[in-house]
């Protein structure tokens, strides 16, 4: 391929042994981006919409890949100089329905891509299947775009797949008939919810919906699940009087950088720095206004273990409440932690100023750890479920019962949770 089959192409580019980097000039660079640019034409025909639904997600019809490594050489057999053929209706069902190879081949194909291009590929063969007519044809070089979005696509929909399937096992269980309501009102959602829509305004972040599948089915939670439903939680105190004047709920962040403010105490002035008012601000208010701190900790960067835990703190009574459904008792670097923050507004009596060591404030004045109700998870992802629930049961007992642990009331858990999450994002 030549310069003059790309217009407005300076000549001595193609074809003749150029290196692709970061350093070739932008027409050359803006060139390639065009050759493997998906139209819009063909993602609104090959890809779904932002706005179909969960389920229809779930549903939409993506080729599948091939489960083996390809064994050709990339550059020989997947590009050739030939030009691509024109797209039709016969084309685009080819490229519907024909296996794309299998992940690392795709993303090695994309890695390449851009210096094939520049030693003369016009277009794309489906060389890991066997050849025909239908897999020798000569594709666009935006096909290696096209299987790429695919795999992103999939990653998504294959976990709705799964928890399309979770929800209908539920809604056609005849042990709870509470279950097959809640199971009934989650699909209505996932009927509903645009997939890559980002989440309004409200909850903790602006993740697509799509990031909620954790909730349904045996899946762990991450950060932003659990920030989600702290946010909930918040709003909901907010709205009682009492309870806002009593609670603070705050996000995983707080525990994790009281942490990391802990572990560098001798390097950092916590009374004058400023990009830790915040962090003064609220303890001062928790003080003040004899308030608890409500909050829910991953214990990875405590204890190496990927596990939610639910945490109380009660400044006016220098007592941290702590829960773990694996029945473990709080690590002794967060209680230290927590007595080192408080000592740094006077909650300790005997540590008048910053210029206390740490070994006198920790020795003297631990903390006073009480227990907080929690559930004991009977398997390895109900954790985040659990420390919620325990929250929620602490602040409000009659409302909130505590979650005996056990399957089927997790479940049940999961779904009210997914429920009340979408119908937060609905209106």
């Not at 639904?53 to 590009?79: D, G, I, N, Q």
């Not at 060389?127 to 096209?146: G, M, Q, R, Y």
């Not at 105190?237 to 105490?265: C, F, P």
Request: charge should be neutral; glycine fraction near 4%.
């Amino acid at each position: 391929m030549s310069s003059a089959q790309n217009p407005g192409l300076p000549d001595g580019w193609i074809s003749q042994g150029e290196k692709w980097t970061t350093n070739l000039p932008s027409l050359v660079k803006k060139t390639a981006q065009n050759e493997f640019k998906l139209p819009a034409s063909i993602h609104n025909a090959l890809l779904p919409s932002p706005n179909i639904s969960l389920k229809a997600l779930a549903e939409f019809t993506l080729p599948a890949t091939v489960e083996k490594p390809t064994m050709r050489k990339y550059m020989e057999h997947f590009f050739t100089t030939d030009p691509s053929t024109p797209i039709t209706p016969a084309v685009l069902m080819r490229m519907q329905h024909l296996p794309m190879p299998e992940r690392s081949t795709i993303r090695e194909l994309v890695e390449v891509g851009r210096q094939a291009w520049l030693n003369g590929a016009s277009s794309v063969r489906y060389a890991h299947l066997s050849e025909d007519s239908k897999t020798t044809t000569n594709f666009p070089l935006w096909t290696i775009t096209f299987w790429n979005r695919v795999l992103d696509t999939k990653e998504v929909s294959s976990k709705w797949v799964k928890c399309v399937d979770w929800v209908m096992v539920q809604l056609h269980q005849k042990k709870s008939e509470e279950r097959q309501l809640l199971a009934e009102q989650a699909m209505i959602y996932i009927s509903v919810l645009p997939w890559a829509v980002k989440k309004p305004r409200g909850l903790s972040d602006d993740e697509p919906i799509h990031t909620l599948w954790r909730y349904l089915g045996p899946n762990w939670l991450s950060g932003s699940s659990q920030n989600n439903l702290l946010e909930l939680l918040r709003h909901r105190l907010a709205g009682q009087s009492d309870m806002g004047k009593t609670y603070r709920v705050e996000g995983t962040h707080i525990t994790e950088k009281l942490l990391e403010v802990y572990r560098n105490w001798d390097t950092i002035q916590y009374s004058k720095n400023q990009s830790l008012g915040w962090l003064r601000t609220l303890a001062n208010d928790l003080i003040e206004n004899q308030a608890t701190l409500i909050t829910v900790q991953n214990l990875t960067n405590v204890t190496g273990s990927p596990h939610w835990v639910p945490l109380a703190l009660a400044a006016d009574e220098y007592t941290l409440l702590f829960g773990d459904s694996l029945g473990d008792e709080l690590p002794e670097e967060l209680r230290r932690a927590y007595t080192w923050w408080m000592g740094q507004h006077d909650v300790i009596k005997s540590a008048k100023s910053e210029n206390h060591t740490l070994t006198t404030i920790e020795t003297d004045n631990l903390i006073t750890v009480n227990p907080l109700p929690i559930a004991s998870q009977v398997d390895g992802h109900a954790c985040g479920i659990l420390a919620n629930n325990a929250l929620h049961h602490l602040i409000e007992p009659h409302r909130s019962a505590l979650n005996s642990g056990s399957t089927g009331d997790v479940i049940k858990e999961r779904l009210q949770l997914f429920n009340l999450l979408s119908l937060n994002i609905i209106r």
